[in-house]
């Protein structure tokens, strides 16, 4: 299994790095867009090249493979996840930041067997961070290995999370309430406007934990397994095990962390994918 997750892998690994050059075409801004679900939620030509490159490449390599992609779901494509090898693409993630040119954006690709992410690649080329995990193997950032921090309270912790791209009022009251949770009671919040980059700095280390709710399944695919590669955790934000299809993810440097987080957060439940 091992060795055929390298195979995978590596083909995937060299089509991510081809896709970059189109998103680094776009440094200073991509201005051009047209909305999806809501006035703040975005979609470029960039989004839609990047996934076909992706899915094109990876359906000639490996005929039986399945997809989920975010923009052929927003197409009307069926988000079905089942046991066999399915690749999980967020072409741009952080599209936002593409659009106004903020340099953290991200091509996120998850490779999920049996319900279960067995690799990933998040790719910055604009920063040119490549951030990469497969199962047991341990987690990169430009082929050094990373590790998440030892932090275990959230009294000594920087947290990630995100308004996300939906303007719905009961999920933005969420937001507010947990933002007061956490500034009052942890060393301070980030956002970088990409869910898997923000997954990302967990498992480097830079961030001690990262939670959103109404997140998709391509926008942590990656993240869930290079965080957990790097030693840390994935759960649900309410405390029980992470569910792909959820729209809820919480991950931390420890699961001491994990469960404290979880414990102050005020709770949404998106529909399930
Ligand atoms: C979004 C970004 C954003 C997060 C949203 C995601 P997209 O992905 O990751 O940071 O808050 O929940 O949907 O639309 O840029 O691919």
């Not at 996300?164 to 009251?173: C, F, N, V, W, Y």
Request: net charge negative; with cysteine.
């Amino acid at each position: 299994m091992s060795s055929q997750i390298d195979e995978y892998f590596d083909a995937a690994l060299e089509l991510v790095k081809s896709s970059g050059n189109l998103i680094k075409e776009h440094v200073t801004g991509c201005k051009v867009f047209e909305l999806k679900s809501c006035d703040i939620d975005f979609v470029t030509e960039i989004d839609k090249k990047v996934e076909q490159t992706l899915i094109g490449g990876l359906s000639e390599k490996f005929p039986s493979h399945k997809f989920i992609g975010e923009e052929s779901v927003a197409d009307g494509a069926k988000c079905i996840l089942t046991d066999d090898p399915t690749w999980v693409i967020d072409p741009v993630d952080g599209t936002m930041n593409f659009v106004h040119g903020f340099p953290h954006s991200c091509i996120s690709l998850g490779l999920v067997i049996n319900k279960i992410s067995v690799a990933g690649i998040i790719y910055n080329p604009i920063l040119e961070q490549l951030f990469t995990a497969k199962k047991g193997q341990g987690a990169f950032l430009n082929g050094r290995q990373i590790h998440v921090s030892q932090v275990k309270e959230l009294r000594n912790a920087l947290v990630a999370f995100e308004a996300g791209t939906s303007r719905d009022e009961e999920k933005t009251k969420v937001v507010f309430e947990n933002y007061k949770q956490i500034v009052s009671k942890g060393h301070g919040v980030r956002a970088l406007g990409s869910a898997a980059l923000n997954m990302a700095m967990v498992a480097l280390g830079g961030a001690d934990a990262n939670f959103e709710f109404g997140i998709h399944a391509w926008d942590v695919a990656a993240g869930d397994i290079i965080v957990r590669e790097a030693g840390g955790v994935c759960i649900d934000p309410a405390g029980g095990p992470f569910d792909i299809l959820s729209r809820r993810v919480l991950c931390a440097s420890t699961p001491e962390l994990a469960q404290e987080i979880s414990k102050v957060l005020c709770q949404y439940y998106p529909e399930r994918e």
